[in-house]
């Protein structure tokens, strides 16, 4: 079904874009991604940007969407000020959609890049260095004040949920930077909620 409607809206010429929403249904992710990836030429209006992660177009420079979450990443550092070339970047997490096209987009800039995840061995010693700092583990508060070089730039892409019972809904959203104690050392930080995931609002708009 999935395919046949995409092959309609690709071909269907009053249909300005599609969006491959997630998440996807638990067994079908593998299957509908390869899809996606096997149609990635007649879906360069992929709102969305997820052929462009699947397909690591994002890194071979391929003309397609860019992924609207690190599209938004690459905007809010820009709206810094921030001068990006020559800086060393930490990206933590490789997700397709966030950590590698970010990556990909960092390095187009001129900053030197380093990806960490689970495997990465002392990571710390990396985040100690970072002019600029790109949080996408999905682990709550995992980014310490004590980590942080002064002055270095944050984007907190996650949103995690932590049990807070003063809260309505009994719990409160963070991200993936201890946010209160972090703004004390960091030339600029985004805020969770109402950072990120705006700006991957208005990005999918743009696209």
Sequence with gaps: MIRSRTTLATTDAAAMGKHFASPLTMGSAPHILSFIGDVADDVADDVAGNVAAVTNAVAQKCPLVIPCTAAGVIQMLLNTGTQLSGKNAVVIGRSRIVGMPVSALLQGFGCTVTILHSRTRDPISHIERADIIIAAAGVPN????????????????????????SKKRGYALVGDVDYEAAREVAGAISP????????????????
């Design 192 to 207: 969770v909620p109402g950072g990120v995931g705006p700006m991957t609002v208005a990005m999918l708009l743009k696209n």
């Design 142 to 165: 995992y980014v310490q004040k004590d980590w942080i070089k002064p002055g270095a730039v944050i984007i907190d892409v996650g949103i995690n949920q932590v049990k807070d019972s």
